[in-house]
Each structure stands twice: as structure tokens, then as C-alpha cells.
């Protein structure tokens, strides 16, 4: 408990260009977070870990804005019709186990193997999940693409199909996003999964999203939204078991939130004007960018575990800052892919209001 | 003209809610040694940061949707629509 303490006494001093910082990553991470779902955390953590933040506090601190702006952000989107309450309540029961068995594993592995070991752990799980899910997400997205069909609506995959059609008495709920009932002991290894995932590298939608759309048969955008519930409940019972501990920075969370709402409100309506696909290209491409900004830092926790040659300090600053360089450009282009999408449906959307107006006028 | 043209912008409600808001960032940031105290205590005063996050996502929440309506920055009218 004095640990805690001291870790706890450890806030840093904010001066307006740290303001100024939070803020920025803040909305830019809310952006992205109101189009699909989540995401962001994954460059937050590690932002206030480059202040000084200790990276307990930087975890709490991140959870803690994580659920208001979940929370707003899904009131948004419920405003659009596209979150599914229940949905996001059962997985999100079921990701705060996953939460805490995650942390568990994590507390394990650091007391074995330390601190490199942990973060060897942490960069592997992102590298092997990102690649398998990232990659293919990012390969339907182009599918979609190629085929021309980015109009239609989007098909639900026989693995959903197969889901949907087993019936175990007793444990079958319907779902609105579904429009079918689904036995709850399909989502609740998918909530655990995304819950392990969230403790792990701090983005479980990234597991979540992809699993509501391919195993469950839910359309993305309405996956996407009701990930945001997930991350409200996950990030509510996180925020409070961090906060007992009083780790909870809540400076530093309230100004990330400042431009995380803004963020949030934008990423939401965004979701909108674009085609359902593009949820998937937006968390498809950084889920893959994210991946390599992960990989790098491999061989830097390989050489502290002494499993390979030992790399020189120089070489390990050049890795970790390409590496962080890597992830702020994987959100950047989140952002920009986002913000462009809507400045073209919004384009097009005057134009066919122009037109219809015009027609009615001859 | 259509009616959704004439529909009028929440300004007032937005300055109200930015005013309340900038209040409360003020208010955090110039009494941060004495909220980081008691928050840094963990225990019963985990509420703390809690309710804090409720109140701020409420009011700069409240605050950050009516400027973008402002801004004239609003969900597509009909979805399906739009090519």
C-alpha cells in the first residue's frame, strides 16, 4: 500500500503546452473512437508515459476518461439508432472478468519475468492479434471494395449463420442488432476475449468489434456503436478498482476527455455519411499500422530479457521513438480517413439535396 | 426553403454549458493539489473521480454536441441515401 502511496503522490506538474498535448491526442483519439468504437487508448497510455506519468497512473488515468467519453459517445450513436444496449451490457459484464483475469495474467508475468517480460508479453499480443484480425478485416474492407458492392447490404458470414442457428435451451438471448437469439455461451468467451485484450494492450475492440461482426453477424456499424457500451462498462468497473487504489490521475483524464468529446461527437456523426465498410477499413488499417509500431519494440525487450544480443542505448531511443512516431501516425490516419469519408458523404448528400430540389422545381 | 433549414441552433444553450464547463476545468486545475490529496487516497474517496467523470462528460458533453450543431457539423439526414 505504500507503493500506492507513492506512486499516487507521483501526479505531475501540467503546464499549458502538457495541456495543449492531452487535449490534441485526446480528440484525435475520440475521433477515431466515435467512428469505430474504440481505439486511441492504445496512443493515450503511452502519451502520458512520455510526460513522466507513471505508467500505472497513465493506465488508471486512461480508463478513467475512457468510460464518460464511451458514455457520450454512445448516447450518440443510440440517437442514430445503431447501439444495441443489451448486446454491450452482456459482453461488457463478461470483458470485466476478462479485465481482471487479464491483469492477473499481466501481474504474473511481470513478478516472473519483470518489467521487460511484461512489456514482451504485451508487444506480442498486439503483434499476433493484430495481425490475425487486423489482416483480415482490412482484406474483407477490400474485398467489399474490389466487388463493387460497397452499397449493399453487408452479408453475414457463415461462422454468424452457424452461431445463430444453435439452439441451447435456456441460454438464449435475442438480440436487436442481430435480430436473432444467440445462445450467451457464445458471447461470453467473446466478452472475456475482449475484456483479456483491454487489459492487455488497452484496445479490446479491437477483438470486440471484429467478433460482433464475424461470429455474431452483427453490421458494422452497429457493432461499432455498441462497443462503445462495452467500453463504458469495462471502463467504469476499471476506473473504480484503479481508484480504490487512489492511482487515478484526474487531471490528466478530464483534460484528455476536454478533446475527447469533441472528438467523439465528430467520429459519431461521421459514422453517418459513410458506407458501412468503411468502419472496417478505418480499424483494418490501424490495427496493421499498430502492429509494426508493436513489432519494433520486440527485439528491444528481447535484448533486455538478454534473449538476443544486447542492443546499444542509441539503438534502443531511435526504436522507441520510431516505435511511438509509428502509433501516432496510425491514429493521425485513422483521423484522416474518418474526416475525409464525412467530407465526402456530407458533399454528396448536398448535392443530392441540390438536385432533388432542383428536379422539384422543373 | 425546407423546415429543416429554419430549424433553429441551440447558441444559447452551448455558451451556457461552455460557461459551466470552463468553470469546472478551472476549478479542477486551480484546486488540483487539494483534489489530487484526496483522490490520491484511494479508498472511499474512489467515488471521487467517479462522479467527477459523470458530472464533466455531462456538461462538457452536453456542450461539445450542441457545437458541432452550431457549427452546422450534423448526422446525415437520411442514411441510406447517401451514395
Not at chain 1, 484480425?133 to 463493387?148: E, I, N, Q
Not at chain 1, 455519411?273 to 468502419?279: L, N, S, T
Request: positive net charge; proline residues 2%; aromatic residues 10%.
Amino acid at each position: 500500500m505504500h507503493d500506492i502511496a507513492q506512486v499516487a503522490s507521483n501526479f505531475i506538474n501540467l503546464d499549458i503546452m502538457t495541456i495543449s498535448y492531452l487535449f490534441f491526442v485526446g480528440f484525435v483519439g475520440g475521433l477515431v473512437s466515435g467512428f469505430i468504437g474504440s481505439g486511441g487508448a492504445f496512443v493515450l497510455t503511452p502519451a502520458m508515459m512520455s510526460l513522466g506519468v507513471p505508467g500505472l497512473v497513465a493506465v488508471a488515468s486512461n480508463m478513467c476518461h475512457k468510460f464518460p467519453k464511451a458514455l457520450i459517445g454512445s448516447i450518440k450513436r443510440a440517437k442514430y439508432g445503431q447501439v444495441d444496449v443489451k448486446m454491450g451490457i452482456v459482453l461488457g459484464i463478461s470483458a470485466e472478468a476478462g479485465v481482471l483475469y487479464g491483469a492477473h495474467i499481466q501481474e504474473s508475468i511481470k513478478k516472473s519475468f519483470g518489467e521487460a517480460g511484461s512489456n514482451l508479453y504485451v508487444s506480442v499480443a498486439f503483434v499476433v492479434i493484430l495481425a490475425i484480425v487486423g489482416g483480415f478485416v482490412l482484406y474483407d474492407a477490400w474485398k467489399t471494395y474490389k466487388s463493387g458492392n460497397t452499397n449493399e447490404e453487408e452479408k453475414v458470414t457463415k461462422l454468424a449463420l452457424w452461431v445463430q442457428s444453435i439452439n441451447i435451451p435456456g441460454t438464449m438471448v435475442y438480440f436487436k442488432c442481430l435480430n436473432a437469439k444467440i445462445s450467451v455461451l457464445f458471447t461470453i468467451p467473446l466478452g472475456f476475449a475482449t475484456g483479456m485484450l483491454a487489459a492487455t494492450i488497452a484496445v479490446g475492440g479491437f477483438i470486440g468489434v471484429p467478433a460482433m461482426i464475424y461470429v455474431l453477424g452483427a453490421p458494422s456499424l452497429l457493432a461499432s456503436a455498441t462497443e462503445l457500451v462495452i467500453a463504458f462498462v469495462m471502463g467504469l468497473g476499471g476506473s473504480f478498482k484503479f481508484a480504490l487504489h487512489g492511482l487515478v490521475d484526474i487531471r490528466l483524464a478530464m483534460i484528455i476527455l476536454a478533446g475527447s468529446l469533441f472528438g467523439i461527437q465528430l467520429g459519431a456523426i461521421g459514422t453517418t455519411y459513410v458506407k458501412p465498410f468503411m468502419i472496417k477499413v478505418v480499424m483494418g488499417t490501424i490495427m496493421v499500422i499498430v502492429l509494426f509500431s508493436r513489432g519494433l519494440m520486440v527485439p528491444v525487450y528481447l535484448s533486455e530479457l538478454g534473449l538476443i544480443q544486447t542492443l546499444s542505448e542509441g539503438t534502443v531511443k531511435i526504436m522507441k521513438n520510431t516505435s511511438f512516431g509509428i502509433m501516432i501516425t496510425a491514429l493521425l490516419l485513422g483521423a484522416f480517413i474518418v474526416l475525409r469519408a464525412m467530407w465526402q458523404g456530407k458533399k454528396a448528400e448536398q448535392l443530392a439535396t441540390q438536385e432533388a430540389y432542383e428536379h422539384g422545381k422543373i | 426553403m425546407s423546415h429543416s433549414n429554419v430549424k433553429r441552433k441551440p447558441v444559447g444553450k452551448m455558451v451556457l454549458m461552455g460557461v459551466i464547463s470552463v468553470t469546472l476545468y478551472a476549478l479542477l486545475l486551480l484546486k488540483q493539489d487539494v483534489i489530487n490529496e484526496y483522490i490520491g487516497q484511494g479508498g472511499m474517496y474512489a467515488f471521487l473521480p467517479i462522479i467527477t467523470a459523470f458530472l464533466f462528460s455531462f456538461v462538457h458533453g452536453t456542450f461539445t454536441g450542441d457545437f458541432w450543431t452550431v457549427m452546422g457539423v450534423e448526422a446525415a439526414k437520411k442514411k441510406k441515401e447517401v451514395k
